[in-house]
């Protein structure tokens, strides 16, 4: 299966600060999702960015495919936005691979 | 729109039991997927299918069984439960197609076998 590397594997912001979180990935992928799974362990869609880039309010994505990787930028960070972020990604074999995860924690 | 919803939430087996988890989805999507979720992992596919009646395996299937009678709903069995599945299993969804494929996600059953 491909290889989904996430780094780094923790981060702790202050509120207000801004993150960058990246994702590499083994192989060509046809769909890119990035997720942010809460405290309570429900799992939250927050990008479908198998190429190119997107933006939600205080976060966006960008996906380089030629390159094999992935960029989750979170702005004015609050403490809602702890939880773990993950990366998953499907190479046209209905199964998506996820990395470990990015566990970020905001401090107030 | 209630989306994909899970039954049970929580489940506690002895080892060698048997239970189903039930998946159910509205939005009329030709894929359905389980996955398990150990801890400080992402998750893993158990079995997925591309259609009513049609089943597939995935990264981890042994002592799962599935069935798909129904489009909307997806079942995930465990035929004599062992405390190596413990674990939180997420149930997904998503349409068929190349430029449609973002899965959504179940709320999770958190299954502990003793």
């Known amino acids: 299966g491909i290889q989904v590397e996430q780094s780094p594997p923790d981060l702790i912001l202050q509120e207000g600060a801004n993150s960058t979180l990246r994702c590499n990935f083994s192989?060509?992928?046809?769909?890119l999702q990035w997720f942010h799974q809460n405290p309570w362990g429900q799992l939250i869609n927050l990008f479908y960015i198998p190429s190119g880039t997107k933006q939600n309010g205080r976060l966006s994505a960008t996906t380089v495919a030629t390159e094999r990787y992935s960029l989750l930028y979170i702005s004015s960070s609050q403490t809602t936005d702890s939880g773990v972020y993950f990366c998953?990604?499907?190479?046209?074999?209905?199964?998506?691979?996820f990395g470990t995860g990015t566990r970020l924690t905001v401090i107030p | 729109n209630a989306g994909v919803t899970q039954t049970p939430k929580f489940r506690v087996l002895k080892t060698g039991q048997s239970m189903t988890l039930l998946c159910a989805q509205d939005?009329?999507?030709?894929?359905m997927y389980w996955y398990r979720q150990d801890p400080g992992m992402g998750l893993r596919l158990i079995h997925y299918?591309?259609?009513?009646?049609?089943?597939a395996k995935g990264e981890v299937p042994d002592g799962y069984n599935v069935s798909r009678l129904k489009k909307q709903n997806f079942l995930l069995g465990l035929e004599s439960a062992a405390p190596s599945q413990t674990s939180v299993y997420f149930c997904a969804s998503s349409y068929r197609g190349l430029t449609r494929r973002e899965q959504f996600f179940g709320p999770g059953t958190r299954l502990t076998v003793l």
């Open positions: 939005m009329n999507h030709e894929y």
């Open positions: 299918s591309v259609g009513e009646g049609t089943t």
């Open positions: 192989d060509s992928v046809n769909n």
């Open positions: 998953a990604v499907e190479a046209g074999a209905n199964n998506l691979f």
